[in-house]
């Protein structure tokens, strides 16, 4: 039996496809205080009005600030500048740890080589970047009886700079244990138990990294208008406006496939935006001291369509300065099957997503990411 707060929580999971709308309706992402998922001394109700918090703006927005994080200044600041230290090396010095199939799709993307696909065709992202995920070599996961697969591998790690290389490092250790709190406090949100999505859902998670740098569209040849300027559809585009998917931008609109984002983002710069049921694309300025989360696809799988991952953009507008964004991706594990929870589907009637191995949907993404 249900309690009450499970039941209500339910009763609004199965509402209309035009109630779920309407609670998308958003014009601002909420801001919420993590400070208790992340204390050391912080009681059960404490965690459980954040994760309260945390369920509503999964369920209405899909995207979300988080404060009082505990992640310190000092790493978070820090490994932007570095980044920004490491994409102003010559290109030939990047290419050193360049991404290609050999290297388990890990590494160094030149700008354009990341594609944002689309029905009929795709279009090159403005962004260049370097990929980083768990590391597992194929002969430990072969020696497991798992099967090996293309992006298993080691990391090819920014050590042309090694002060960028530690604090990088220093930085995903960091996110993927405050990830993880956050997972947890979504699971008091859904009225499941505080570890529900710890052990072989998500204990063992297979994070992902990105450490991206958007240069100005207007940099871009591919991008100028007859004046040498940026495109009047990028530039429309930048001030919220509906373009076709077809139109070269920063990253295109897009999902995040996985279970949790959290994006640190260089401060005083407004380029990511996310889009409303409406199809109004609000900002997701920096906010400092923040993180920006967003979830995923495989939240939608286990809430059977209440969560829904929300599409966003990314389009740097500015005319000289470049931005750099380290998205961190909480996942599940590898082998962790992902499929609708029985509480979040309605008696009688079959579930709206069939199960989902994480390790094989993962590999259908990475694989079409590229056009090397």
């Avoid at 703006?57 to 404060?67: L, P, Q």
């Avoid at 689309?118 to 970047?129: A, I, P, S, T």
């Avoid at 591919?222 to 530039?235: F, K, L, N, V």
Wanted: aromatic share 10%; hydrophobic share 35%.
């Amino acid at each position: 039996m249900f309690g009450p707060l499970r039941a209500g929580r339910l009763a609004a999971g199965r509402g209309t496809v035009g109630l779920q709308l309407l609670s998308r309706l958003f014009s601002s992402l909420p801001i919420i205080d993590v400070g208790p998922l992340v204390a050391e001394n912080s009681d059960l109700a404490e965690r459980q009005a954040v994760g309260a918090q945390l369920h509503i703006a999964c369920r209405d927005v899909g995207f979300f600030y988080i404060k009082n994080h505990g992640i310190p200044e000092s790493t978070y600041g820090k490994v932007l500048t570095e980044a920004q230290r490491w994409f102003n090396l010559p290109e030939n010095i990047k290419e050193q740890i360049k991404i290609t199939p050999q290297s388990h799709y890990r590494g160094y993307q030149r700008l354009g080589a990341n594609v944002t696909r689309y029905e009929g065709g795709f279009q090159r992202d403005w962004h260049e970047g370097i990929d980083l995920y768990k590391e597992e070599d194929i002969g430990d996961v072969e020696a497991q009886g798992r099967p090996a697969s293309p992006i298993h591998g080691r990391n090819q790690w920014p050590h042309q700079l090694p002060s960028f290389e530690a604090i990088l490092r220093t930085y995903i250790e960091s996110m993927l244990t405050l990830s993880a709190k956050i997972a947890r406090g979504i699971a008091l949100g859904l009225d499941l138990k505080e570890d529900y999505f710890d052990g072989q859902l998500a204990g063992d998670s297979y994070w992902v990294t990105r450490v991206i740098h958007y240069p100005p569209l207007s940099e871009g040849t591919q991008h100028r208008g007859e004046d040498g300027g940026i495109t009047a559809e990028a530039s429309d585009a930048a001030q919220g406006a509906v373009v076709d998917r077809s139109v070269q931008l920063s990253c295109g609109e897009h999902t995040d496939y996985g279970m949790l984002t959290m994006v640190n983002q260089t401060p005083d710069m407004t380029a990511l935006q996310v889009r409303n049921a409406q199809g109004e694309w609000v900002p997701a300025a920096p906010i400092p001291g923040t993180f920006v989360c967003n979830i995923g696809d495989m939240y939608k799988v286990w809430t059977n369509g209440l969560y829904q991952p929300t599409v966003h953009r990314v389009i740097n507008s500015h005319p000289s300065a470049s931005r750099i964004s380290i998205p961190f991706f909480f996942e599940p594990n590898f082998e962790a099957t992902v499929r609708p929870l029985p509480q979040f589907c309605p008696p009688g009637e079959q579930p709206k997503h069939a199960p989902v191995r994480y390790g094989t949907h993962l590999e259908s993404k990475v694989l079409n990411n590229f056009e090397l």
